[in-house]
Nanobody, 124 residues
């Protein structure tokens, strides 16, 4: 089992930047691909991006491509979501999750363990 703790959320203004962290404990972190998802009030959870086990491969939703970057530090068992040029529509609870599924995993059902989420609010 893998325990994940997401942090770094907060209230920012449109155009600001924010970095979220997801710290992992438990089974070997480096064996998993890591995904970020978000869920806005009244909406379904949506895929934000994913990084491969090694950190060499990244994939992003069109809505965040060019603004968000995922990185990981396997030595620290931590993955990061750097967000730039934030928009009010980025307001959501952000979740990190792990998967061992090969290939790009954009569905939440493909992820095995989830963090508790961290709130990001972007004011206009």
């Amino acid at each position: 089992q893998v325990q994940l703790v997401a942090s770094g959320g907060g209230l920012v203004q449109a155009g600001d930047s924010l970095r979220l962290s997801c710290a992992a404990a438990g089974r070997t972190f480096r064996n998993y691909h890591i995904g970020w998802f978000r869920q806005a009030p009244g909406k379904q959870r949506e895929f934000v991006g994913r990084i491969s086990r090694s950190g060499a491969g990244e994939y992003y939703a069109d809505s965040v491509k060019g603004r968000f970057t995922i990185s990981r530090d396997n030595a620290k068992n931590t993955v990061y979501l750097q967000m730039h040029s934030l928009k009010p529509e980025d307001t959501a609870i952000y979740y990190c999750a792990v998967t061992s599924t090969v290939g790009v995993s954009t569905s939440s059902t493909q992820y095995d363990y989830w963090g508790q989420g961290t709130q990001v609010t972007v004011s206009s």
